[in-house]
């Protein structure tokens, strides 16, 4: 079992920046691709970024490219997602998400582990 427990969301004005931070606790973090996905009212969950087992490959989804990146510190057990240029088309809850197939599992919506969630919303 991965327990995932997201932080850093809230409430940001349109062009501003927010880290999100995933902290993993159970089995070994570093045997486990990591990612983020988000969901808004009446929209089907989304997939934002996924990072490799080791940090050395990453992805992201169409909508975020050139403004989010995902990061992690296995040292800490931590994934991160650093978001800037927010637009009000961002605001969702944030899920981290943990999947021990590999970063493609997560580009396609797969995941083993499921954090609660942490809401984000930007003001026009």
């Known amino acids: 079992q991965v327990q995932l427990v997201e932080s850093g969301g809230g409430l940001v004005q349109t062009g501003g920046s927010l880290r999100l931070s995933c902290a993993a606790s159970g089995r070994t973090f570093s045997y486990y691709a990591m990612g983020w996905f988000r969901q808004a009212p009446g929209k089907e969950r989304e997939f934002v970024a996924a990072?490799?087992?080791?940090?050395?490959?990453?992805y992201s989804g169409d909508s975020v490219k050139g403004r989010f990146t995902i990061s992690r510190d296995n040292a800490k057990n931590t994934v991160y997602l650093q978001m800037n240029s927010l637009k009000p088309e961002d605001t969702a809850v944030y899920y981290c998400a943990a999947d021990n197939s590999g970063v493609t599992a997560l580009t396609q919506g797969k995941s083993d582990y499921w954090g609660q969630g942490t809401q984000v919303t930007v003001s026009s």
């Open positions: 990072v490799s087992r080791s940090g050395g490959t990453t």
